[in-house]
């Protein structure tokens, strides 16, 4: 186990170092830092001593390897907008992206297997039927369009029509000014982009466990469990779900990795500043100090799902533990 | 069993059990009574085949009427919109949608039927160039990787592993600032950002059927590899290729939705449903609000009958799947 993760990491290193420098190139080729002070006074002056300042003055290639010495070394120097250290900005945004994946995958895995479930072992019931078109509309359904209508719906709506003082669901931002912790607030701020989030792995992951419920209700063993007399609903969640949530495992993880970038346009909408905002500004500012410590943080988080994902699967599969 | 025997039986079975086949198989038709009965088979091709399947899958039938009809909508918008593009009624009071005005008239006090139909050329362009380039590239390399094995595949592996890390918007930000801000370069980056799914589902197709002996056969017999490719592999993979097409059309129609939502993509003057969507943003929650409805339902019926075809040839090209 311990070999097979260092092996992971010892792959992904060398990739890593080489779409840094791609981003790093990019970014450089087409914007430029010093940009945002041509309008003022002594331009030139300004511009040379900024271009100083930031290193630019030197070859492409020496730039990117005093920011990949200086990174290794947990130096992931400042924003150029900005000028707050990389560090900083990236581990506040992470929190507020973290709660956000942790309660949108939470919440999707456990509708997601509830719904596959019940409609494999209701097959072709009418709630398997609506289920099944439920999941048709969320996969093809544009997620922004999603929150839209959400905002528009939920919270917009019932406030003008009930007079209300404030919406029963809040749309901006993961907490009211002032406000912090666990409590109704942070609920009423999180239910929107959390469904916002989950709509389409709910739409996916259940059509998933519903062919793997499937598959695993037709074997052999559950005949057999059934025959010996067992009831029903021990046949069904401990011989049938636990087996059945393999396929699942492994699927999570990957698209776990996918609700990354699916982020971006939650936290946009929802004013939330965290992961995906972070770079969506520092795109839109070509901040490239920034953008790469986003990547790089990003890359070990598919790292580290994949892992999750392997630790899950030994649990719940003893015939990988063995090995 | 003698060849009397044989055609003892197949007599017996055409006369009297053809009632008894017409209750236990409610579905099969004449051509599958004919060849179950052993009377006459009819041959047919397989093409006939694949589109009887097809036209059975009634949701994708239905959706293949759809779509056209909103192509033909969309690309004879010039013939078919009421209204004249961009043309303002300065006398007209904004309304929502009426008979006059089917969807209502936009902030500017266009008819937004009309410009939902012109900026349905757009999304529905770049969706299905995305879609067709994606695949030719994606099977190609796809093809090339899992045929020749080696040093191509190990690259290719690695090439997608690379852009599984670079995240795709930024590619597509510098992109559009190095060349311009021209639906050609979105669509040959989102292109190029999708061709890789389609070549790992080739590679690892390609990669079975070359070890059967039919293969063998046509190499042994002196044909090249390019002819081997195309004309004995590629026909044995088409249900694939082709589902992962319509998979590809609406992937891109969502994406460029999403990036020119952000900001990233089309810019205006040009319009696509989802710049619509991006420019009505700040009508929630208004008497407007009808002008996020149509954009996005729009995108939903779009995508959700490219995915319906999906389905149909699926399940015409290979029916034995299950789904």
Redesign the interface.
């Known amino acids: 186990m311990f070999k097979f993760v260092l092996r992971r990491i010892m792959f ?1 290193i060398p ?2 170092v ?2 840094s420098f ?2 790093f190139w ?2 450089r ?3 430029d830092p010093t940009a945002r002070y041509r309008q003022s006074r002594d331009a030139a002056k300004v511009i040379a001593e900024k271009r100083k300042e930031f290193g630019l003055d030197r070859p492409l290639v020496a730039q990117w390897w005093s920011w990949a010495t200086k990174f290794v070394r947990r130096d992931w120097g400042t924003s150029y907008t900005t000028g707050d250290k990389v560090t900083t900005m990236v581990s506040r945004a992470l929190g507020f992206t973290l709660q956000l994946i942790f309660w949108g995958v939470l919440i999707s895995l456990v509708v997601a297997i509830f719904v596959g479930v019940y409609s494999a072992v209701k097959q072709y019931s009418v709630g398997d039927v609506f289920f099944t078109s439920m999941s ?2 969320g ?7 999603f929150a ?2 959400l ?2 719906f939920t919270a ?2 019932p ?2 029509h009930w007079h209300l003082d404030h919406p029963i669901f809040y749309f901006v931002n993961l907490h009211s000014t002032g406000q912090s912790g666990i409590n109704m607030d942070y609920i009423r701020h999180l239910v929107l982009p959390v469904l916002t989030l989950s709509v389409q792995s709910i739409a996916v992951w259940s059509r998933f466990q519903r ?1 793997s419920m ?1 598959d695993v209700l037709s074997a052999d063993y559950i005949r057999t469990a059934r025959a010996k007399g067992l009831p029903r609903r021990t046949v069904i969640l401990k011989h049938g779900l636990r087996n059945a949530l393999l396929p699942l495992v492994s699927q999570t993880a990957v698209d776990a ?1 996918a609700l990354f ?1 699916g982020l ?2 939650t936290e ?1 909408i929802f004013s939330i500043p965290g992961m995906g905002r972070l ?2 500004t520092a ?2 500012n070509g901040d490239v100090n920034v ?1 790469l410590g ?2 790089l943080t ?2 070990v988080f ?1 790292i580290l799902f994949n892992l999750l994902a392997d630790i899950v699967y030994g649990f719940l599969d003893p015939r990988i533990r063995v090995q | 069993m003698t060849l009397s025997d044989e055609d003892t039986q197949a007599e017996v079975l055409s006369i009297e059990k053809i009632e008894t086949i017409i209750e236990v198989m409610p579905e099969a038709d004449e051509g599958d009574l004919e060849l179950v009965a052993g009377a006459e088979p009819v041959a047919r091709s397989q093409f006939r085949l694949i589109t009887r399947r097809f036209f059975r899958h009634k949701p994708a039938v239905i959706s293949t009427f759809v779509l056209l009809a909103v192509l033909v909508m969309c690309f004879g918008a010039s013939w078919v919109a009421p209204f004249k593009r961009n043309q303002i009624d300065l006398l007209e009071p904004i309304v929502g949608p009426s008979r006059h005005h089917l969807f209502g008239i936009d902030q500017l006090g266009r008819d937004y039927f009309t410009e939902i139909l012109f900026a349905g050329q757009v999304s529905l362009k770049i969706g299905i160039a995305v879609g067709l380039i994606s695949t030719i590239i994606g099977f190609t390399a796809g093809a090339i990787a899992g045929y020749f094995r080696g040093a191509i595949d190990n690259a290719l592996m690695r090439f997608t592993d690379l852009f599984l890390l670079i995240p795709g918007l930024a590619v597509l930000a510098v992109a559009l600032k190095y060349f311009g801000y021209k639906d050609l370069t979105i669509i040959l980056v989102l292109a190029g950002l999708a061709w890789m799914s389609v070549a790992r589902v080739v590679r690892s197709q390609v990669l079975s059927l070359r070890e059967k002996e039919f293969v063998e056969a046509a190499r042994a017999s002196g044909a090249s590899s390019t002819r081997i490719i195309l004309r004995h592999i590629l026909p044995n993979m088409l249900g694939p290729i082709m589902v992962n097409a319509t998979l590809g059309i609406a992937g891109a129609i969502i994406t460029e939705a999403t990036l020119s939502f952000l900001g990233f993509g089309i810019q205006p003057p040009k319009s696509s449903w989802g710049k619509m969507l991006s420019d009505a943003e700040g009508v929630i929650g208004g008497d407007k609000a009808y002008l996020i409805y149509f954009p996005g339902l729009m995108l939903l019926i779009v995508v959700l009958c490219v995915n319906f075809i999906g389905d149909g040839l699926r399940d015409a090209f290979d029916p034995q799947a299950k789904h």
């Open positions: 992904s990739l890593l080489i779409a791609i981003v990019g970014i080729a087409t914007f048709y509309l996969v093809a359904m544009p997620p922004f369009w839209l209508l905002i528009q917009v709506w406030k003008t062919a499937l990795a970038g971006v346009i946009q770079f969506l795109l839109q953008l986003w990547m990003g890359a598919v």
